[in-house]
């Protein structure tokens, strides 16, 4: 078996895994032309009032630290609040490029940093006193739809929130019903 598609150790979700040299040469191709649609879920710790597209080129800073370069590459990704208030948000995120830290970075540049994210500036607790603790960098690949290596069909693949995101996304009211099958 082979990786084809892989997650930041700090992400929870769908991976792309592949059984045959042939399917690894034809899915490679689907992500580098771009045809993978990839559906993200991020929990941030303040409101997020309104959709926005980000075109932002990323580059390394320093270590395994990304940010928003000029002479970086190019990066996009639009974002959707699906629950928002003022003490945080459940956002969708689309990623159109498939960057190192893509989504983590151009939330941190909207200062909208995911909750859990040490490297980016997100908030370890959350709450009205801080009191709710962040196991994790909230961050989830929920949805991945890709031709089929093998006849070309469009298959999704989707894994459900895991049970530690679920629990905190309920204690910050952000709770949302699965399947997500409209966003």
Do not use: C
């Not at 490679?28 to 045809?35: D, G, L, P």
């Not at 970086?72 to 003490?87: M, N, R, S, V, Y």
Request: aromatic share 6%; net charge positive.
């Amino acid at each position: 078996i082979w990786l084809v598609h892989r997650l930041d150790a700090v992400t929870s979700g769908v991976v792309v895994i592949a059984r045959s040299q042939r399917a690894v040469k034809r899915l490679n191709a689907v992500f580098r032309e771009r045809e993978a649609k990839k559906t993200y879920l991020a929990v941030v710790s303040q409101g997020f009032p309104e959709p926005v597209a980000v075109d932002e080129p990323l580059g390394r800073l320093k270590g395994t630290r990304h940010g928003v370069k000029a002479d970086g590459k190019p990066a996009q990704t639009d974002f959707k609040p699906l629950i928002t208030h003022a003490e945080g948000a459940l956002v969708l995120a689309a990623p159109l490029t498939g960057r190192t830290h893509q989504i983590r970075v151009h939330l941190a540049h909207l200062n909208r940093s995911i909750v859990g994210d040490r490297l980016y500036g997100g908030s370890m607790y959350v709450g009205p006193a801080g009191e709710i603790v962040v196991p994790r960098t909230m961050l989830h690949a929920y949805r991945l739809t890709v031709p089929h290596p093998r006849g070309g069909a469009l298959t999704t693949f989707e894994a459900p929130v895991p049970d530690d995101m679920s629990k905190l996304m309920k204690d910050m009211g952000l709770a949302y019903e699965e399947p997500l099958n409209k966003v």
